[in-house]
C-alpha cells in the first residue's frame, strides 16, 4: 500500500455500467450520456487510485434471475434486451461483493433503471421493464439465506414497482422517500399506501411537497426513516439511489443537493446502492455519484458542491416544515400499527385488490386483479391476472417465505388451470425456484 495514497476507511465495490446501446430515443432523458459524465467526473477525481474503492466488471443476469421476480409477457426473454440483464447483473455483482466480503459496501452505478417495473411486465413504463433491485434481493435471498431486507427508495419519483413487488411481505420494509404523487409521474406512494393484507404496515410513503430541500429530507430520516430501521432490524439496507430530487433536474420539482445526498447516504449507511433516476446529465449526476461514494466509502465528502451551490436557496419555509412534520407524524402511526389487521383478515382467506396500471412509455393500460390467498403460518400465495392490449397473465407466486401448505396449494391451482388463448399461465415459486408456464 502506497502511504501517500488516500484510502477509503469502509472498503466499496463499485460497479459501473452506462450501457452506451440502448436508449428510448436519443433525446430522452434516459439516454447514454446519463452515466458518461460521472464516469469522467470519478476518473478526475482519482477514484480509480484510492485504497479500498475498488471496480467490478458487471456481468449478464440470467432469465431465471428476471422470472424469480416478475412475470412478463410475453416472455422476458422477448421483452429485455442485452442491457437490461446487465443492469440487473451489475446489481447482482454488486450483491456478491458484499455478501462474499470483497467489499463493505457496493454502489451499482447502472442503467437502464428498474423501480417502475411492477411485477407484471408488459413492455417499458417510467423508462423500466425489469426491476433490478428486486431481481438483486431475490438473488441474495435464493443464494445467501438473508431473509429480512430492507429497501429505501430515495428516487423522486415514487417507486411503485418495488411497492408492487414486496406489498405483501412482512420479510421486506419498503420506504419511499418522494415528490408528491398528486404532482408527478406515477401519481402513486400516498400514506394509505401502507402493504398488503399480510404486510400492512411494512410499506411507508413519505410524499414529500416540490420544493422540499435539505431541511425536509433530513427530518425525514431523522424522524422516521432511521428509527423503523432501528425496530425492523434488517440483514441488509438497499437504498434505491435515484438522484432527481436534485434542483437542476429537469423532470422533476424538488431543492436538493450533492451534499444533500452525500448526507442522507451517510446517516442511512447501506450495504448496497443501486442507482435510478437522475436525469440532470451535468449539472447533478456527476457531484451526486461521488458525494454518495465517498460517503459510502466513509471519506471526506464536504468539497462535493455543484459550481451554482449556494445554501440560502435551500432554506424552507416554516409552512412546510410543519407539513413535513405531520408527515413523518402519520408515517410513524403506519409502521406502529403494523400486523395489527392480520388476524381479522385471516378470516377472509381470500383478499381481493383490482387496479389499472399505465404504461406511460407505450401508451396502454393493463387491468390488473389479485387474489391474496392467506395462511396463518405464513403471507400466503397470490394468485395474478392482468388484461393488456398485448397478452393475459394468469399466474400462481410463492413468495420465498411461503409454508409447504401454500407451495402445494398454489401447485394444485396452476396444475388445474386450463390454457387459454394469448394467456400466459404461470406458476412462480420461489421457495422452489421453479418458474413453469403453460
Known amino acids: 500500500m502506497n502511504p501517500f495514497m488516500p484510502r477509503a476507511q469502509h472498503r466499496t465495490a463499485l460497479i459501473l455500467f452506462p450501457a452506451f446501446d440502448w436508449c428510448i430515443s436519443p433525446t430522452h432523458p434516459e439516454r447514454e450520456e446519463r452515466l458518461l459524465y460521472t464516469r469522467d467526473q470519478l476518473l478526475e477525481e482519482g477514484l480509480e487510485d484510492i485504497d479500498n474503492i475498488v471496480f467490478f466488471n458487471p456481468e449478464l443476469a440470467s432469465h431465471a434471475d428476471i422470472d424469480r421476480v416478475h ?10 434486451t442485452e442491457s437490461h440483464l446487465i443492469s440487473a447483473g451489475g446489481t447482482l455483482r454488486a450483491a456478491r461483493a458484499v455478501m462474499d466480503k470483497e467489499a463493505e459496501k457496493a454502489f451499482a452505478i447502472v442503467r437502464p433503471p428498474g423501480h417502475h417495473a411492477m411485477q407484471t411486465v408488459f413492455g417499458d413504463r417510467g423508462f423500466c421493464i425489469v426491476n433490478i433491485e428486486a431481481v438483486m434481493v431475490e438473488y441474495i435471498r435464493r443464494h445467501y439465506g438473508v431473509r429480512k431486507v430492507a429497501i429505501v427508495d430515495t428516487d423522486c419519483h415514487h417507486g411503485d414497482g418495488t411497492q408492487d413487488i414486496y406489498w405483501n411481505d412482512p420479510d421486506t420494509l419498503f420506504i419511499s422517500l418522494h415528490q408528491d404523487g398528486r404532482t408527478l409521474f406515477p401519481g402513486s406512494g400516498f400514506l394509505r399506501e401502507s402493504g398488503g393484507p399480510s404486510a400492512d404496515g411494512y410499506t411507508i410513503n413519505l410524499p414529500l411537497p416540490p420544493n422540499t430541500s435539505e431541511e425536509g429530507f433530513d427530518t425525514v430520516m431523522e424522524r422516521v426513516v432511521m428509527p423503523i430501521l432501528d425496530e425492523f432490524k434488517p440483514e441488509l439496507i438497499i437504498n434505491s439511489a435515484g438522484q432527481d430530487n436534485h434542483y437542476s433536474d429537469p423532470i422533476t420539482n424538488m431543492n436538493f443537493t450533492a451534499q444533500g445526498y452525500a448526507r442522507l447516504n451517510q446517516r442511512l449507511n447501506p450495504d448496497i446502492c443501486v442507482l435510478e433516476g437522475g436525469y440532470s446529465i451535468e449539472g447533478a449526476l456527476p457531484y451526486t455519484n461521488l458525494g454518495i ?19 440560502a436557496r435551500f432554506r424552507q419555509p416554516e409552512d412546510m416544515n410543519r407539513y413535513i412534520d405531520a408527515i413523518c407524524d402519520k408515517a410513524l402511526e403506519v409502521f406502529a400499527n403494523r400486523g395489527r389487521s392480520k388476524n381479522e383478515v385471516l378470516k377472509k382467506k381470500v383478499i381481493r385488490e383490482q387496479k389499472s396500471i399505465f404504461y406511460d412509455t407505450t401508451g396502454f393500460h393493463v387491468d390488473e386483479g389479485r387474489q391474496f390467498h392467506l395462511c396463518p403460518e405464513c403471507p400466503g400465495f397470490t394468485e395474478v391476472t392482468a388484461t393488456s392490449p398485448r397478452a393475459r397473465i394468469h399466474a400462481f407466486s410463492v413468495p420465498f417465505n411461503a409454508c409447504p401448505d401454500c407451495q402445494k396449494s398454489a401447485r394444485k391451482l396452476f396444475d388445474a388451470a386450463k390454457p387459454a388463448s394469448q394467456t400466459i399461465t404461470a406458476l412462480q415459486d420461489r421457495v422452489a425456484d421453479i418458474y413453469e408456464t403453460k
Do not use: N, Q
Open 71 to 80: 412475470l412478463c409477457a410475453p416472455s422476458s426473454r422477448k421483452l429485455l
Open 293 to 311: 461514494i465517498l460517503a459510502m466509502a466513509g471519506m471526506d465528502y464536504s468539497h462535493v458542491r455543484e459550481p451554482d451551490y449556494d445554501p
